[in-house]
């Protein structure tokens, strides 16, 4: 959260940033990954990335090492992407592209693209906020993508085609603010604790 943002209220008014990162570090601590690497799909999403890549060491044993990747975006023009680089090593990796939001999924899809064009085994996507606006379902559908795993934070579009998505309810990370808030506890230590005993049995 920016310091601009919080200059909108009086300091009277507490603020934290609530991080969907170990929800979904839980989800795909569940699953058979092999080498994991956690991706930022730009320069300015890596400290999200290690904090996934954290999230998702700190939740088991399954995955003690997890790797960490970015790509880095020549653009011609605003909104148009010239090429696209990769710092760290995918090849024979299931990578985990970590974003914050997707919309029409073009820059998600062409990353993804790219990674198994290296060497990565397979491609999955986590990001909090699933827009997929535009024609984000049939890039989706057309894509090298696994899976993409987004939270219930915006509802899914409606008549659209999104077999690949998989979404998670954010109700065990609002539940566990609520509970912190009331017991006057750390918003930054006890969520993370709060949803590493969460079941994902009943997530759609």
């Known amino acids: 959260m920016s ?4 200059a909108f209220f009086p300091a009277r008014v507490g603020m934290d940033n ?10 795909f601590q569940h699953k058979d990954l092999v080498r994991p690497v956690v991706v930022s799909p730009d320069a300015g999403g890596v400290t999200r990335a290690k904090d996934f890549r954290n999230a998702l060491v700190g939740q088991g044993k399954q995955h003690p090492e997890v790797g960490l990747a970015m790509i880095i975006k020549q653009r011609k023009e605003a909104g148009k992407i010239g090429s696209m680089d990769i710092v760290g090593s995918v090849g024979g990796c299931d990578a985990i592209i970590c974003d914050d939001m997707i919309d029409t999924a073009g820059t998600l899809c062409a990353a993804a693209k790219l990674l198994k064009e290296n060497g990565a085994r397979r491609v999955f996507a986590y990001a909090t906020h699933g827009l997929f606006s535009g024609p984000a379902a049939e890039r989706l559908e057309e894509s090298v993508l696994e899976e993409v795993v987004v939270t219930n934070s915006v509802p899914l579009p409606k008549g659209r085609a999104l077999t690949k998505v998989k979404q998670l309810s954010l109700g065990a990370v609002l539940a566990q603010v609520i509970r912190t808030l ?6 930054t230590s006890d969520i993370g604790m709060g949803i590493a005993g969460v079941s994902l049995n009943n997530q759609s």
């Open 18 to 27: 609530l991080s969907a990162g170990p929800l979904g570090a839980l989800y």
């Open 3 to 6: 310091a601009r943002f919080k």
């Open 182 to 187: 009331n017991q006057r506890g750390s918003l």
